[in-house]
């Protein structure tokens, strides 16, 4: 059987997920970090990339994963910056100057020219400015590239009509040359193979493609239903509920950093303005939207019957999205339209909860147990 290996690191969490061809989850391992994502500054780039490996490498040894059966292997992170000097080495943070005391600033498209502002010196000797997906691929695959979606958020693509190209004159404004920055792929885009110490120490087959990769939020946007323009996405996030709308390119103004390229590439999804009443506490339901939470977000008093509220398919679990993009990737899934039918089909808040109360609190609704290989 072919499997698609699904990493993700958000929040404070980093998720495995191994999916078949048909979308079913066939296990799950996650494992708490001490350092959130978001907080990259506190984390040399290289204990990110052990601590992932680790995850992998105790999930393979349980069993939890086939080795052999892997095909691609999908991510999507929390954004992060990572410069790489002339030694093919990432530079350490408090080596730019990021600290407690100095942490630097949370958006990449203000982060970038602040950093290399303060250290023309090192700007100039960069061999890569990138993600920190980027870097966890170029360890495990030698390969650099990075993904439109840190392309976009860098602040130095052209606007939102050519996200995949870097643009000359912003480029250059932060000091950097386009010789320093990797090429942009779209998230399902095959960038490189695993290398043979990665194969040999693992058990991973030879020839496994890892992809360019996205960020968690775009991933469970791209899950949550087939991308038809106008569509609204309601988020129920941890701390707040974001109101999402996809729409076309030529919709979105150049330099909106509420808005997100979808995986694919062919559509995006704008944020809308305003705060988003939580419909779990009486809040108003759009039963024309479409709801996805990471977590259990099932309980609460919805102000709207249960029948009426649609759900996505990954509601109150992790995301298929970094998994199935690899599949993509491999060209499983050349009609999209049956890919969004069959393995993400929209359900019911009662169907949902039907479906929880049925099953133990180990288990997948949508899937065998937690880390039962078939």
Partial sequence: MSVLLGLELSGDTITLMAVDRKGTRLSVVQEVVSVPCIEDWKVHPDERVRSVRALLQHSLDEGKIRPGSIAAIGIASTPGLVLVDAEMEPVPPRAIGWSEDEPPIPELHERIPSTLSKFPGLTRSLVAVLDIKDWLRYRWTGALATSSQFAWESGLTPGSHSPERWDPARVDAVGLNSGQLPPVMPGHQRVGILQEEMVRETGLPRGTWF???????????????????????????????????????KEVSPDDRNAIPAPLGDHWYVQEKGEIEDPRQGGAVDVSAIYDS??????????????????????????????????????WYRDMKPFWRKRCAIQTLAQWMESASSKTSTEDPMSPGLGAPQ
């Fill in 294 to 331: 990471a977590g259990d977000a099932g309980s609460g008093e919805w102000a709207a019957p249960a029948e009426d509220i649609r759900l996505s398919a990954d509601f109150g679990k992790p995301s298929r999205g970094p998994a199935l993009l690899a599949g993509v990737g491999l060209g």
């Fill in 211 to 249: 992809m360019a990769g996205t960020v968690p939020r775009a991933a469970r946007l791209w899950m949550a239903c087939e991308p038809k323009s106008g569509q609204r996405i309601i988020l129920l996030e941890k701390d707040n509920v974001t109101a999402w709308r996809v729409t076309d390119a």
